[in-house]
């Protein structure tokens, strides 16, 4: 009776062992597997409505959720040169339910020049996948009695301090292209910040300011029909949407060289399997012979790659725009 018992304790110790074995492999193989994804992605843009942040975000949307198997929306949260949004994001549970479609000025330019930032990007932002970059085009109204470069900084020096530009913001990329032109020709202009570059072209437009840096995709339109006259490019080479407009340099102001980007970024701690995910998710988007097509046709050039990349560019970039900001300080 007592060899019995001896037998069946081993017997049972070893179905347990067998189980428990076969419960290791499946454990780990869930602990591989990418998180899950939420059931609605909100893609948080920092921008108004309508402007060019906002165009490229829903240009995007539809084609990651269709490689996501998820639904993503645009949530715009305006205000502080995208730091509201970026806040927003940053404060959010790393799940992936709420994403920044982040402006490189959030991310690079702001931590310069705003004394009261409520979050870093660099520390309380995840890097998850680079998008697009574009160069920004000089325009001003199309009554304004200059047609150059030349013209503009002749009509400027003047009247110093009465020509005034738009933008989307303190600390905005068309705000510091204003701020760069100042600081390389000795013209004074006055800067007006809106929320966002959409109210800012449309004031452009109607007189209320006579001119802006704004970013090609989408000054274009306008241009083409006449209601704003493009000055000059402001990247090294001429763009291929607007290639009978100048370059800055071309235009007599010698090194002038200023673009911007946008990228996809969640809160800090998020996994790394879902950052991978959602990298993947991107890439294959940005991919797409259409949504490729249609993201040049308003002037942005596809930048995909990895999350190291986008999170090296922003490292390099902000140290650049620490010594371009020097003296200016938003609220």
């Known amino acids: ?3 019995i018992n001896f037998t069946r304790r081993h017997a049972m110790a070893a179905m347990a062992a067998s189980a428990l074995g076969a419960a290791l492999p499946s454990r780990a193989l869930a602990q591989q597997q990418p998180q899950q994804l939420p059931p609605l992605i909100k893609l948080v843009v920092g921008y108004s409505a309508g402007g060019p942040v906002d165009g490229a975000a829903r240009l995007l949307a539809p084609a990651l959720a269709q490689e996501l198997g998820t639904q993503v929306i ?3 949260r305006p205000g502080a040169s995208g730091s509201v949004g970026g806040d927003a994001v940053a404060k959010a549970a790393p799940d992936g339910a709420l994403l920044f479609f982040g402006a490189s000025p ?3 330019i702001n931590p310069n020049i705003q004394r009261k930032m409520p979050f870093d990007p660099m520390k309380d932002l995840t890097p998850i996948a680079p998008l697009v970059d574009y160069t920004n085009v000089l325009v001003v109204n199309k009554d304004l009695p200059v047609q150059s470069v030349a013209e503009l900084l002749a009509y400027a020096k003047a009247q110093p301090g009465k020509l005034f530009y738009g933008s989307a913001g303190i600390g905005a ?3 510091l292209s204003g701020a760069l032109l100042e600081k390389m020709t000795g013209v004074q202009l006055t800067h007006v910040p809106y929320k966002g570059s959409a109210p800012a072209l449309a004031d452009v437009m109607g007189g209320t300011v006579p001119m802006m840096f704004d970013i090609i995709a989408t000054s274009r339109p ?7 006259r493009a000055l000059a490019v402001t990247s090294r080479q001429r763009n291929r949407m607007l290639p009978d407009v100048p370059t800055m340099i071309e235009s007599g102001v010698a090194g002038y060289d200023v673009g911007g980007w946008f990228g996809l970024y969640g809160p800090a ?3 790394p399997a879902l950052v991978a995910r959602i990298n993947a998710a991107a890439h294959k988007a940005l991919a797409r012979e259409d949504i490729a097509n249609r993201l040049r046709e308003q002037g942005y050039e596809v930048w995909s790659g990895g999350a190291d990349l986008l999170a090296a560019k922003g490292q390099a970039d902000r140290k650049l725009w620490a010594t371009a ?7």
């Open 269 to 271: 701690r998020m996994d």
């Open 222 to 228: 306008f241009i083409q029909s006449g209601k704003l």
């Open 173 to 175: 990329s068309n705000h």
């Open 1 to 3: 009776m007592q060899s």
């Open 106 to 108: 959030t991310i690079t």
């Open 325 to 331: 900001s020097k003296g200016i300080e938003a609220e």
């Open 74 to 76: 645009v949530d715009n």
